[in-house]
């Protein structure tokens, strides 16, 4: 049997909307999801969880109360639990989430850019 | 201040074995680790965790009892827990490995090329 591997860019292909993550896999209880960024998101944070961010295409800013880190395409960087942290990107970027399922792209900040909670494609 | 991104093409300049797992992040209890895969490894299963495989450079095959896949760049996929595999590369391929901490190469089946464990670069 020829089991299928998940393409990131194939994946990719299949929506355009910023700040919606989508499921593409599961793995124990945490998914990966992959995003959309373009412009400012808004300031959240994960009680939980930590919450890994990797690039796949653009540069991608997330900034932190006290500094920011800027992430280029094969970067990656991991926002501890409970740290309150804004993601934004000038141009469109392309990023991969890793977290744990149920986890809600707004934290506990909440707000009309909440995205619908696993949404696989 | 400026935080550092973690850059898989720099980590990967830190090491040259092949089937010698480096870790280069945590989130929560699960580590990302970045390995070089050439030639056959052992077939062997994690009875208590999925395992996923992410190809960054070059290509995979996972067998399994019953069949294989296939991983190019930027392609990946997840072992659920339990199942038997072979990872094999016929030319060098450079992967990430995400898993709970803990996680031992080689699974159940041990042997000389079981690597040491929570190696971080």
Chains 1, 2 share one sequence.
């Not at 998940?6 to 599961?26: G, L, M, N, R, W």
């Not at 995003?35 to 994960?46: C, D, M, Q």
């Not at 990797?54 to 991608?60: C, N, W």
């Not at 469109?92 to 909440?110: D, F, Q, R, S």
């Amino acid at each position: 049997m020829q089991y299928q591997a998940i393409s990131i860019d194939e994946k990719f292909k299949k929506f355009s909307e910023v700040y919606q993550p989508k499921v593409i896999a599961q793995m124990n209880d945490y998914q990966f999801k992959l995003a959309r960024v373009r412009g400012e998101f808004v300031w959240h944070s994960h009680a939980e969880t930590d919450e890994t961010f990797l690039v796949i295409d653009g540069e991608l800013t997330i900034e932190f109360r006290d500094g920011n880190v800027k992430l280029g395409s094969g970067q990656m960087f991991i926002v501890p639990r409970g740290v309150e942290h804004k993601p934004s990107a000038e141009t469109e970027c392309k990023i991969m989430l890793i977290e744990p399922v149920g986890t809600v792209n707004t934290g506990g900040t909440g707000g009309n850019l909440t995205a619908p909670n696993d949404a696989w494609i």
